[in-house]
């Protein structure tokens, strides 16, 4: 489990951290989980002919519930693909305008993830609502909306988490302004 | 404005915002979504068509696969399994001139058929490797040069995550695209083995050692037996047989391969005694890392295709390619060309989702084979890797050398011959499509 920097933090920041941490580690999880259910499967088909029912839809859910709940983490650790060769060097030569670059990139990760969430929520509501399931009724179903609530959480994680991000860009380029003086 | 006028903006502006420095996904994602609110006059259709790439779109059962691909090949790493193989394949070709770089590139081969991960064969190897072949006097550059040529081996030889993103940008299926990269990644083998025999002969200075003092070296090194050796085979062995084995046989489906293939790589481990319960955590929380920033990679992809697709813009650039008197081949030569260049600043992930949703339009009218087309797309890109200013496949090895002393442009000029021989490859790979398309 990914360990947890405890130190001269505030209460709330401390639970968010915790918070980014603990949907990354579930998803890691569920990955783990993922794998052996497919093994179970295919064991169970090789050896005793008996498929376990669902196992495709499971898999087909499970994506978008592994991917999202470990974005905030992903985000928070600078995992997101980037080329930075050139921001590098920009960072390295004049690290003001890098702090400035920083906060416009995460400002526009934030409204990318706003407009997922725009979507999501009326998604979620309209599944929750509708009572929508996969799967083929009398074999196997399994209901929609805890995987679309996934998505509305996650996304609102992954929102305050570039929050944090640009507020850390600019105490810095207070700080740095405030030592030059 | 226009729609073409809008898609042709929109690309030139993601291209900026990535090079500057933007986030990949965001950049794709972010303009695709200004784009399409520009061309359709208010905000639903952007959000509809991205919620749509972000939820329904990613619960596909067959992208299940890269999870799974992605643990396996972490998992394998874990397990010195690089080294293990890298022995033996020492051990076989002691005799031989070069031997040691044939044995890397050998080694790379066998690694990048039970891994998906191309970065995880460039550090295992360059950890492993460049140390026996500084031991025994071989050049610094050469020996960083031969990891960094056979590194690109892991993207083309299946399993590959690379295979996979192709598949679902071009909606091939991904037995399909593991068919198609045997033979090319056997034959890029085989072309850095000539070159490496070429070296040999003709500038064995360039590549160094060879003399009394490795001679003496390679003596005082016992002889591996029997017992040793299978016990370093079979892990190999096994996961390609469970793997490859199961979806060459249609016994299973990629992703079953995965799920077999990446429990496989735990057991292993565990009786390698490789595994403690820190360690495992660690793999699968940098399992979920990987795959999360590769699905938001495709989301954000999908997104773009689609803002192409509104705004005409690939079908146009067809016809005005159509237009013009580059021909067939020209507009071939044209696409390598602009893979190469991208290739030295972005990863190849994102080349891949860039480049083919506007170029697919634009070859339709030739009626090529898609699945060839990918595995030209792939290695394209993968040259790029190994070239300056930013070829990301040298970063990585000079970041995990442990000796200090090998610069980045030695890294650069030891990978360039290795460049050369992937390009006349992917030369031979376009004028022979036949080459790709054997098993499929």
Redesign the interface.
């Given at each position: 489990?990914?360990e947890f920097d405890a130190s001269k933090k505030t209460g709330l920041a401390r639970a968010f951290e915790l918070w980014v941490l603990s949907l990354?580690?579930i998803?890691?999880?569920w990955?783990?989980v993922?794998?052996?259910i497919?093994?179970a499967?295919?064991f169970a088909r090789f050896l005793f002919n008996a498929p376990i029912n669902g196992v495709?839809?499971m898999?087909?859910?499970?994506?978008?519930g592994?991917?999202?709940?470990?974005?905030g983490?992903?985000v928070r650790?600078g995992?997101?693909?980037?080329?930075?060769?050139?921001?590098n060097k920009?960072v390295e030569k004049r690290p003001k305008l890098g702090l400035v670059?920083n906060t416009f990139?995460d400002l526009?990760?934030m409204?990318?993830f706003i407009?997922?969430l725009?979507?999501?929520i009326p998604?979620f509501i309209e599944s929750y609502q509708g009572g929508y399931y996969v799967g083929t009724e009398g074999i196997f179903i399994i209901a929609e909306w805890p995987?679309?609530l996934i998505?509305v959480i996650s996304c609102i994680t992954v929102v305050a988490v570039f929050l944090s991000l640009v507020k850390r860009h600019l105490t810095a380029l207070i700080n740095s302004g405030a030592t030059e003086q | 404005m226009t729609g073409v006028e809008v898609g042709l903006l929109s690309v030139v502006a993601i291209l900026l915002l990535i090079y500057s420095g933007m986030y990949v996904p965001v950049a794709l994602g972010l303009v695709s979504f200004v784009s399409v609110w520009y061309l359709r006059g208010s905000t639903e259709a952007p959000i509809y068509l991205l919620t749509l790439a972000a939820s329904s779109g990613l619960e596909e059962y067959h992208y299940g696969v890269i999870p799974l691909f992605v643990l396996m090949g972490l998992l394998v790493s874990q397990c010195d399994l690089g080294r293990d193989i890298y022995d033996v394949a020492n051990y076989a070709l002691r005799k031989i001139k070069g031997g040691l770089g044939i044995a890397t590139v050998a080694a790379n081969t066998a690694f990048a058929a039970i891994t998906g991960v191309s970065i995880a064969s460039a550090s295992v190897f360059a950890r492993v490797s460049v140390p026996e072949m500084r031991r025994f006097g071989y050049s610094p550059r050469f020996a960083v040069g031969v990891v960094a040529g056979s590194s690109v081996l892991g993207m083309l030889i299946p399993p590959s995550v690379m295979l996979i993103i192709y598949a679902i940008v071009a909606e091939l299926s991904v037995a399909d695209m593991f068919k198609a990269g045997i033979i090319p990644g056997l034959l890029l083998a085989f072309a850095y083995v000539a070159l490496i025999l070429c070296m040999a002969i003709f500038f064995p200075k360039y590549i160094g050692g060879q003399d009394e003092k490795s001679r003496a070296i390679a003596k005082e090194q016992g002889v591996l037996s029997g017992l040793e050796i299978t016990k370093k085979i079979v892990p190999f062995l096994v996961l390609i047989l469970l793997v490859l084995g199961g979806i060459y046989g249609g016994l299973f489906t990629p992703t079953e391969a995965g799920a077999v293939g990446a429990m496989g790589a735990l057991v292993i481990s565990l009786i390698k005694r490789k595994l403690t319960r820190p360690v495992f955590w660690q793999v699968l929380s940098e399992t979920g890392n990987i795959v999360a920033s590769l699905l938001l990679l495709i989301v954000a992809a999908t997104m773009y295709s689609r803002m192409l697709a509104i705004s005409g813009l690939p079908t146009e650039f067809g016809v005005w390619l159509g237009g013009t008197d580059l021909g067939y081949v020209g507009i071939l030569v044209v696409y390598v060309i602009m893979l190469v260049v991208m290739g030295t600043i972005l990863d190849t992930t994102s080349i891949i989702l860039i480049m083919v949703p506007l170029f697919l339009p634009v070859m339709q009218p030739y009626d090529i084979n898609l699945v060839w087309f990918g595995i030209i797309t792939i290695v394209g890109a993968e040259i790029g890797l190994l070239t300056p200013p930013l070829g990301i496949s040298c970063y990585v090895i000079k970041a995990t050398l442990p000796d200090k002393d090998i610069s980045l442009f030695d890294v650069f000029a030891g990978a360039f011959p290795f460049a050369v021989v992937m390009l006349l490859v992917l030369i031979l790979l376009i004028a022979y499509p036949g080459i790709s398309l054997i098993f499929v």
């Open positions: 489990m990914k990354n580690n998803g890691a999880i990955i783990f993922l794998m052996v497919i093994n499967d295919v495709p839809e898999v087909a859910l499970s994506i978008v592994i991917v999202f709940l470990q974005l983490e992903a650790a995992r997101l693909t980037r080329s930075d060769g050139f921001f920009v670059l990139y526009c990760g409204a990318f407009a997922i725009f979507g999501a998604i995987i679309r998505l | -």
